[in-house]
């Protein structure tokens, strides 16, 4: 079983459609990364939390710590939030900021 | 602020060969991250460096090594290559090490090999 497990693996909206990416983690963790990866490559960091919430523009980041579970959401989705999205955990043991283990991925795309 | 460069963006080798990596991060920044990302596995860890000094490393056979300058530029080597080290590799700066710090990446090197 993979430490960082996201759903859906695809997904396919409309356009103006709110949007929920789910991930969970199995081991304990000082923050979690939302990133979101363009195609050709690119990554950008959308979020780290440790604890709450965070907003940015239609992009909210959730986390649960007790129950090791994080939501990414976007409101009034649009063509343009087509990407991967990915999640990815700082463990406990690591320490640092490099040292993260990533979830899968989840493949977005925004139909007009 | 010119963002994290990598170079080359693209190379194509042959099984048996070495290859170096050169990541060069944000003005500023001190610590280096590089990370492999393949179809099948997504992306992997592979080192972290800050203050030329190797601060984790993860687990990849000791094909994979590492450097990081005093100007805070990073190199990578891959040694006896294989079919499947064929991947997108990643490399990310950020300031410190503190786990608050936002990491940058770079538009990675995609390497084939065949």
């Known amino acids: 079983k993979n430490e960082v497990e996201q759903s859906p693996q695809n997904l396919t909206a409309q356009e103006g459609e709110f949007i929920t990416i789910n991930c969970s983690y199995s081991?304990?963790?000082?923050?979690l990364h939302w990133l979101q990866q363009h195609p050709g490559g690119g990554i950008v960091s959308l979020f780290m939390?440790?604890?709450g919430k965070k907003k940015h523009g239609r992009l909210i980041a959730t986390i649960n710590i007790q129950e090791k579970h994080s939501s990414l959401h976007i409101t009034a989705s649009h063509p343009r939030d087509s990407a991967v999205y990915i999640c990815?955990?700082?463990?406990?043991?690591?320490?640092?900021?490099?040292?993260?283990?990533f979830g899968k991925g989840t493949k977005l795309s925004v139909k007009p | 602020k010119a963002g994290v460069t990598q170079t080359p963006r693209y190379l194509i080798k042959t099984r048996g060969q070495q290859v170096t990596l050169s990541c060069s991060p944000i003005?500023?920044?001190?610590?280096v991250s590089w990370y492999q990302q393949t179809p099948g596995q997504g992306l992997q860890f592979l080192f972290e460096?800050?203050?030329?000094?190797?601060?984790n490393k993860g687990n990849f056979p000791g094909r994979f090594s590492g450097r990081q300058f005093s100007n805070s530029r990073s190199e990578m080597n891959v040694s006896t290559l294989e079919l499947g080290d064929s991947a997108l590799y990643l490399c990310?700066?950020?300031?410190?090490?503190?786990?608050?710090?936002?990491?940058?990446f770079g538009p990675g090197t995609r390497l084939t090999v065949l």
């Open positions: 990815a955990v700082q463990p406990f043991y690591g320490g640092s900021q490099g040292n993260l283990i």
């Open positions: 939390l440790s604890s």
């Open positions: 460096y800050f203050s030329e000094t190797q601060r």
């Open positions: 003005s500023g920044h001190r610590s």
């Open positions: 081991v304990g963790i000082s923050a």
């Open positions: 990310a700066s950020s300031r410190f090490l503190d786990s608050t710090d936002t990491q940058y």
